[in-house]
């Protein structure tokens, strides 16, 4: 560890004030040990990374205008060298050769974080993992964000963010891919092993997770009927099928007729209007998915009622409706809750609030109201945390539904939702209003 050098003394006075209070370093808990480590480990994979690239240097040099077949050939011998010393398999050692090759040379900004501990190993292979898939003429619009982005979050949210930072950059060509990207759609059978075999059904994605959510649905429906042992997986493959081959499922309880996908979409509402203003909008977004071309957001918010619509201010990004004009909890607080966080809002937690419970930070029991400032999704693991372990879990008052968890040691971890929303004032239901 680097330990901070004394300051220069510039008004010569000897530092007497130092001398008199004796300096007593903080105890180290547990946790802290713990971090310690972690930062040595970020400080020498760093140094690795950067001998690792030096030593593909120093080999590759020899045979560099020899053409691509002797480079090759070079990269193939270290890896092999790389692996044989490292005793790791010469996948594991062609990754870390094109890790140390990608932050050496291009991203050197990283490889300085991580040799700060700043960021950890993994956000710098999630880094480059991600930012090389990116053509190179667009490449420095993501790599400054990206970086700020990796030092800020835990490894889960700084990959949505960076896909969601390189989604936005490319969105400005997404529409020409999309449309290129969807004559491919087809449906494939392949053959498999003892009489099975896979349906493959390639299509944009906005109508799979439709499809893919209503069996779901449906199949949960149907799971509960008495007697039934079918497994969730089963049920939705036998709903498909026979919804395919007969237009309806045998043996449907009341409960699984009449489902029907649900998508959210938030488009930014000036990109509904012209393209030009479209063009300066950030792009319409699906919940799970991504950005999706404007041309087919502005489909669904023509009127289909299988879409929840979410159209947001352009410059505030506050919801101006979700698709009905009043507040009415409970149902349209929930998916207001979730549509918020787009995800549990547990530290670094990924699973989407459409699979989560919406948790009272203070409980009903105690009092707690049914609201936007006191209610948040969570996924059953964190909600079990929550609920019986001695985090303490608030939302932060006035910050627009961020989340502080605070450890048993004492630690401080501020979860913020996705999006904003607008502010609601208790009372009549006609008190609603839209922020501006
Ligand atoms: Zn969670």
Redesign the pocket.
């Known amino acids: 560890m680097n330990l901070p050098a004394s300051p220069p003394d510039p008004d010569g006075s000897g530092g007497a004030d130092r001398d008199e209070e004796e300096f007593v370093p903080p105890v180290p808990d547990a946790v802290d040990l713990v971090l310690e480590t972690a930062t040595m480990l970020s400080v020498f994979a760093a140094e690795r990374l950067r001998r690792i690239e030096a030593m593909r240097r120093d080999e590759v040099a020899p045979v560099l205008g020899r053409g691509s077949g002797a480079i090759d050939m070079a990269e193939r011998s270290i890896r092999l060298e790389l692996a044989a010393a490292m005793r790791i398999t010469e996948y594991a050692a062609g990754r870390l050769l094109l890790q140390a090759e990608a932050l050496v040379n291009r991203y050197p900004r990283i490889l300085d974080s991580l040799s700060g501990a700043r960021i950890t190993e993994k956000h710098a292979e999630i880094f480059v993992d991600l930012v090389d898939q990116v053509s190179p003429e667009l490449r420095a619009e993501v790599v400054d964000r990206g970086a700020a982005l990796a030092e800020a979050e835990s490894v889960g949210a700084f990959r949505r963010g960076l896909r969601d930072l390189i989604a936005r950059v490319e969105s400005k060509t997404l529409e020409e891919r999309h449309a290129a990207a969807v004559e491919g759609r087809r449906l494939v059978v392949e053959p498999g092993a003892d009489g099975m075999g896979l349906l493959l059904l390639h299509g944009p994605q906005v109508e799979l997770h439709a499809i893919y959510g209503r069996a779901t649905a449906m199949a949960k429906a149907i799971r509960r009927a008495p007697g039934e042992t079918r497994t969730l997986d089963q049920i939705r493959a036998d709903v498909v099928a026979d919804l395919l081959i007969d237009g309806t499922t045998a043996h449907m309880p009341a409960a699984a007729s009449g489902i029907r996908a649900t998508v959210v979409v938030t488009v930014p509402v000036l990109s509904l209007l012209e393209d030009e203003a479209a063009a300066a909008a950030d792009p319409a977004v699906v919940e799970g998915i991504g950005p999706i071309p404007l041309s087919r957001a502005r489909q669904l918010c023509g009127g289909n009622a299988k879409w929840m619509r979410v159209l947001t201010h352009p410059e505030t990004a506050m919801v101006l409706s979700v698709g009905r004009d009043r507040y009415e909890p409970p149902a349209a607080l929930q998916k207001l809750v979730k549509w918020r966080a787009d995800r ?1 809002m ?1 530290p670094g ?1 990924g ?1 989407p609030a459409s699979r ?1 419970e919406v948790d009272h930070q203070i409980r009903w029991a105690d009092g707690g109201e049914t609201s936007l400032e006191n209610n948040c999704p ?2 059953k ?2 909600h079990l945390v929550k609920d019986n372990t001695e985090w303490i879990v608030r939302q932060i008052p006035g910050s627009g539904g961020a989340v502080e968890w605070i450890s048993p040691t004492g630690r401080r971890y501020v979860v913020r939702p996705e999006r904003k929303v607008p502010v609601f004032r208790s009372g009549g239901a006609d008190t609603s209003r839209a922020p501006f």
């Open positions: 549990c547990g937690c699973v989560c969570l996924c693991g964190h």
